[in-house]
C-alpha cells in the first residue's frame, strides 16, 4: 500500500522558517506530479507549490502569496519532497498536505498525506 507521510511542521515565530518532508513509500513504480497544498481554518485547500516529474523538465509553480519565500524541492532517489520555508507569516498558518500522482502496479492514483500543522504565531 502507497503512503505519503509528511513532517517538519511546528510553531515558528514571524521571520522564521521551517522545512517540511514528504515521503512515499509502497510498491511505486514512478511518481509524476508532487506538491504541497495547505488549508487554513475556515477557509478552502489551496495550492502553495508543485514540482513535474524530472522527465517533464522537473518545473516548479507557486502560489503568488510564497513565491520568492517557499522552495519546493523532490530527492528522487528518496520519493521525497520538500518545502524549504523562509519568512514564515502568520497568514502561512494551516495544515500543510503532501500530495502526488503516483503509478503504481493497477494504474496511476493519486495519494495525499495525512497533513501537518505549521503555526506562525509570537
Known amino acids: 500500500q502507497v503512503q505519503l507521510v509528511e513532517s517538519g511542521g511546528g510553531l515558528v515565530q514571524p521571520g522564521g522558517s521551517l522545512r517540511l518532508s514528504c515521503a512515499a513509500s509502497?510498491?511505486?513504480?514512478?511518481?509524476?506530479?508532487i506538491g504541497w497544498y495547505r488549508q487554513a481554518p475556515g477557509k478552502q485547500r489551496e495550492l502553495v507549490a508543485l514540482?513535474?516529474?524530472?522527465?517533464?523538465?522537473?518545473?516548479?509553480n507557486y502560489a503568488d502569496s510564497v513565491k520568492g519565500r517557499f522552495t519546493i524541492a523532490r530527492d528522487n532517489a528518496k520519493n521525497t519532497v520538500y518545502l524549504q520555508m523562509n519568512s514564515l507569516k502568520p497568514e502561512d498558518t494551516a495544515v500543510y498536505s503532501c500530495?502526488?500522482?503516483?503509478?503504481?502496479?493497477?494504474?496511476?492514483?493519486?495519494?495525499w498525506g495525512q497533513g501537518t500543522q505549521v503555526t506562525v504565531s509570537s
Open positions: 500530495n502526488a500522482r503516483i503509478s503504481v502496479a493497477s494504474g496511476t492514483i493519486d495519494k
Open positions: 509502497g510498491s511505486i513504480f514512478s511518481i509524476s506530479t
Open positions: 514540482v513535474a516529474a524530472i522527465g517533464s523538465g522537473g518545473s516548479t
